[in-house]
């Protein structure tokens, strides 16, 4: 009988450990063994450009050490991450998602060892920040994204609309909408989560925690749902599902939504799947309260007494060394996490001003521990904004959110 | 005294070594059962109760017990955890509720026809009923995927009946709240809007599968059917074409000799279809895990995909082998309920029919 296939997993898990802890032996003595090192190198890759990228410098990078280090694309970062913790086999080095962040650093996984990298003082401080826990900067940014408004240039062309007419107020971003909504095509699209709608809560003044309390259930929240709400009202806000998009770039790309809500990911997917598409990518329009953005960003993740911390620290100098970001921002897109590099970037790709421009005023989304069930349940809920009253779905986020910080900090 | 003195000897004897060489001989199989069963079993118990959360071993001194309070956290404690849980055994509980009488019956509809003797091109009835379980489950959710799209084979079928088909696998709309907003009822009675078991209102609980988990089922009774109609059709040949002929003799149609011989002469197979039908339903994950678990409004989480999620997501080991082991205990006393049900209780009742055979027998 299979009866407890699962809890027998959670078990198998466990047994794993036991074998795994007999078998440790022959590890590397600290400090400077710089070659030599089999390195293991987990990443959550957007595609093959960015895996091939991050494998050629890493490469390069132990040709030039004597090591080797080998890059796995996981198919589902975390599960994977979950998994090499607890088998007690952590991979050396890891792309650590933001919204994981909070968790892996409260619960003692990963080692903070950005406070003794060479060029611990050049990231931006708000990705500093962000990667910091408990006054402590953990994990070196990778690089980072914003959200900016990408806009179909035929479509736009087609409704009429010139230069003069890019939206820089909500107002005007309706009035734009509604334009290019035609009978096949929708004019405004975004993925229906958090990581897109928390834009507009937090444009009309709101967030998710407010200092030490947390105020999800506050009016401005409530008045950035309303104006989706209109805009989905007016029939000029569809979300992907709708629209039998797997995201908002693939809406996009296949011309069913004119205008939609990405970071410059979106310009990689293009590239590849939709190279006859013409688009501009341009800042998002403000709200009542001023402009604002999310900026998101992996880590260099390293698990806690790492035997190969030396090797791995130099590791990751390298590849947050403004040239190499630089390179792979040519390769993928993304916009490199030091001061000198992005702004490096936003010379050399002029098209992407946009997303650096928003560094200004972005926001980091909310991602303490455990909010991260709590977000999962608010983008549930989410699939009722076309009808529910924008409080009712703030409400539970409200109780959720604060049952978890409670936890978090009790 | 002569008793006891006669032990020892004959445990000297001949017969000495049994014991011994037993247990020699059984070893390999012990241990197997109890690395691959026993012990994951017992980690998984200790796991349940502890406040493990997946970073190296679970027997580490740095994990310490907590009692109940995992099991707590999704029964009886107010929260998100509680609700999550909720609403996957309501999900979970409308699919068993569905699929395991309808794949049991189609299933044994399937096997009476291609058993048939003058069935023709029996072997390819045969081959294409059963191709589906043959086949990967993923590879089928995917197919499902594509005809299921709100502009996919299905919705344009129905569309050529003049129905606007709904967006299967996005749609979180209860159909018993459909049924119920047919008839204007829209909002629960103030009696089911209050939180009820396992923090789930009985508004909730009583909202009926959602069209995106139906379209589920409908994938569970297609990729399943085929492998019990393959158990039934094995015991269907066992029964032997002397009895068909004596029910002839009798005057028996083919309705009567269906309900009257053939499914009571099933009945152990009927048991063991049952049994693997509603194990193998309330452990299911493959197809939710495959579509995110979490679309549709997280109609179609079910309480195995939960326990996944709690554990590799959230890092709530403890209560993601809480919730693996409500499951395994679930079904355990589910099993044991039906073998009960599905007793043979038969003196009384053979006796009951001889006796009116008589009867009936007597004018004649």
Redesign the interface.
Known sequence: ????????????T??A??LA?CSSGGGAADGDVESGQELTMLIGSSGDAETTAVQEAADAWAEETGNTVEVVAANDL??QL??G??G?NPPDLFYMPWDQFQ?YAA???IEPYAEDLANAGDFLPALVEQFSYDGQFYCAPKDFSTLGLQINLEAWEAAGLTDADIPTDWDQLATVAQTLTTGDQVGLSMGREYARVGVFMNQAGGSLVDGDTIAADSAENAEGLAYLQELIAAGSLKFP??L?AGWGGEAFGLGKAAMVIEGPWINGAMKNDFPERKYISVELPAGPAGPSTFAFSNCWGMPVDSETRGATLDLIEFLTSDEQQLAFAEAFGVIPSTEAGSAAYAEQFPENEAFVAGVEYAASPVAFQ?A???I??F??QL??IGSAEPSSLLAPLQS?LQ??YDEANG | MPLAAARPRRRGGIRGGEARAGWLFVAPAVVITAVFLVVPIALALWVSMSDWNGFQSPLSPRVNFVGLENYAAITVDDGLDQRNFGTAVRNNLYYVLLVVPLQTIIALLLAVQVNRAALRGRGFFRTAFYFPSVTSTVAIVIVFQFLFTASGAVNALIGALGIDGPDWFNDSTGLIHGLLSAFGITSPPPLLAEPGFLGITGWEWLAGPSVAMTSLIILAIFTTSGTFMLLFLAALQSIGSEIDEASLMDGAGPVRKFFSITVPMLRPTLFTVLTLGLIGSWQVFDQIYVLGGTSAGGTISTPAFLAYRSSFVDLEWGQGAAIAFILFVFIILLTLAQRWVLKERSPRKRVAVVATGTVEGGPR
Do not use: P
């Open positions: 009988m299979r009866t407890s296939q699962w809890s027998a997993v959670a078990l198998a466990g047994l450990v036991t802890a975390v599960q979950g998994q913790f607890s007690n968790s619960q003692g996984f599902q709708e039998e455990g991260a069930a709590a999962a349940d983008n549930t699939e009722q959720n049952a978890a």
